[in-house]
């Protein structure tokens, strides 16, 4: 079986990318541009001139916005989702305040739907901390706009940073585009500049590349080329590849993308994975070692419950319910990890699931169709990452 799967551009180049160019209102072109619903929310957003703004239910497309009207002082009401509103958003607020921001919240405090009463201050501090143990996206959200504030800014951030690849993902767009940066070991200094925004083209994405890697893995036959994938080091989840060589699946860059084939390897008796830089990954690493009877000691998992869904108490309580066994550790610096004894997961599987409004809880479930045909609840909750996920799929199963 030889498939073209075609992935989804990346959301989170695509984000990135748009607050960018969004600030030099340049019109040079995006291509290959996510068609992910909470880039096209973004893109919505940015585009619209109307006080009252919904930003959806995607957390970037929120947090990202949020520093931009802040920086442009376009005094909005932003509104979201009911989910979204879950989300952790705090801390960012904090920040913006400290950086002279005012808001008027209409529900609850430190919450949408919120009023921006006014933008950052002509008389910020040059220099602010930021608590990264949540999300680095707070980070990020600060770092896009901080070439904009007159006279720069330096960011202080804590020891521990929660999915640092997407932190240097934001670096590295920046300066792709022009930013000036000075970094020392927690702390960046952003020199005031313009953005030169110029044509880009965004690749395709590791995130959502993992759930045919463990496909593979499951099956264990065919090959599969992804146009518009690559080893290019911007996508933190690219460590997917690496991950599933040590369980058969070679990894080739091709012209204009990436294929995948299966060799025949001893599988580990146990495997490891710490997931604190890539939380996206464990919903496919999980289906993946449980479908495959593969015991495993995950880390890392303690940031799992600030997704779109709780995945880690929804994924473990349906292990649980087929007879897997976990135990799990907590540290006194709080980071959790589990062993997972995988080896006794039951393969008499329910017909439905539900998604719990998570794409990748969907897509994750989606995996048992490699055992018998399953139902899931509310299956277009990938349009949030992947809008052609059932498409590709049936090429497969």
């Not at 044509?199 to 518009?228: C, V």
């Not at 959790?336 to 008499?348: G, H, I, R």
Request: aromatic share 10%.
């Amino acid at each position: 079986m030889n498939e073209e799967i075609l992935l989804p551009a990346s959301k989170s180049i695509t984000n990135r990318v748009l607050i960018i160019k969004a600030l030099t209102q340049s019109s040079a072109h995006i291509y290959n541009s996510s068609s992910a619903k909470d880039s096209l929310d973004l893109i919505r957003c940015l585009q619209s001139e109307d006080k009252l703004i919904d930003v959806g239910e995607g957390a970037t497309t929120l947090r990202f916005l949020l520093a931009y009207f802040a920086v442009t002082h376009k005094l909005k009401i932003l509104r979201c989702s009911p989910s979204l509103q879950k989300r952790p958003l705090k801390e960012l607020i904090i920040i913006l305040e400290k950086l002279g921001c005012r808001f008027s919240y209409l529900e609850n405090e430190y919450q949408l739907p919120l009023e921006i009463l006014q933008g950052i201050s002509e008389t910020y501090p040059g220099k602010i901390q930021i608590d990264t143990n949540i999300s680095s996206q707070f980070v990020s959200a600060i770092l896009l706009i901080a070439p904009y504030l007159k006279n720069g800014l330096e960011i202080e951030y804590s020891n521990s940073i929660v999915s640092e690849p997407y932190l240097k993902m934001t670096k590295n767009l920046m300066l792709e585009f022009g930013a000036k940066l000075e970094e020392a070991s927690h702390s960046i200094n952003i020199k005031p500049c313009y953005y030169q925004f110029h044509n880009f083209t965004i690749e395709s994405d590791w995130s959502n590349a993992a759930f045919f890697y463990s496909l593979m893995g499951i099956l264990k036959n065919g090959s599969y080329y992804f146009p518009d994938l690559k080893l290019s080091g911007l996508q933190g989840d690219e460590i997917t590849a690496e991950f599933y060589k040590q369980l058969g699946i070679i990894t080739r860059p091709e012209s204009g993308g990436i294929r995948i084939h299966y060799e025949p390897v001893t599988k580990p008796g146990r495997i490891e994975f710490d997931f604190t830089h890539y939380p996206d990954l464990f919903p496919p690493i999980a289906l993946f070692c449980a479908i495959t009877k593969t015991n495993a000691g995950f880390t890392g998992l303690q940031n799992l419950v600030h997704k779109e869904s709780n995945r880690l108490r929804i994924i473990s309580n349906f292990l649980v319910q087929q007879q897997v066994n976990i135990t799990e550790f907590k540290s006194n610096q709080g980071e959790l990890s589990a062993e997972f004894e995988m080896c006794k997961f039951n393969d008499q599987i329910p017909d439905t699931y539900d998604s719990h409004n998570d794409h990748r809880i969907a897509m994750s479930f989606s995996l048992l169709n490699t055992i018998r045909n399953i139902d899931i609840k509310n299956p277009d909750v990938v349009q949030k990452s992947f809008p052609g996920y059932w498409e590709q799929l049936k090429k497969i199963l």
